[in-house]
Nanobody, 125 residues
Framework: QVQLVESGGGLVQAGGSLRLSCAASGLMFNSYNMGWFRQAPGKEREFVAGISLSGRTTRYADSVKGRFTISRDNAKNTVNLQMNSLTPEDTAVYYC??????????????????WGQGTQVTVSS
């Protein structure tokens, strides 16, 4: 049974930082491109960042470029999202996702096979 479990969310002031982690189990982790998505109340789920199987290729939404960094540790089956210079617009539930069906890092949520339950990030002004 595949499980993706996010952690690290919380409440932070604008300008602060958080580090999200996603622990994967039940899958061959190094066979999956990994991604982070987020969904704010009343909005559609949107792509935040993605990373390739080896970690050599990363991709970011324009809104987080230069502030967020995605990384993975294939030995520990984890993917992380370091979030700096947070703003209230970053407030959302953040989801970890795994994609095996695509050969490159995708920003389309339909390309991802497995999802975590999400972790809340709230940035106060």
């Amino acid at each position: 049974q595949v499980q993706l479990v996010e952690s690290g969310g919380g409440l932070v002031q604008a300008g602060g930082s958080l580090r999200l982690s996603c622990a994967a189990s039940g899958l061959m982790f190094n066979s999956y491109n990994m991604g982070w998505f987020r969904q704010a109340p009343g909005k559609e789920r949107e792509f935040v960042a993605g990373i390739s199987l080896s970690g050599r290729t990363t991709r970011y939404a324009d809104s987080v470029k230069g502030r967020f960094t995605i990384s993975r540790d294939n030995a520990k089956n984890t993917v992380n999202l370091q979030m700096n210079s947070l703003t209230p617009e970053d407030t959302a539930v953040y989801y970890c996702a795994a994609a095996q069906r695509v050969l490159s890092v995708s920003s389309r949520h339909n390309d991802y096979d497995y999802w975590g339950q999400g972790t809340q990030v709230t940035v106060s002004s």
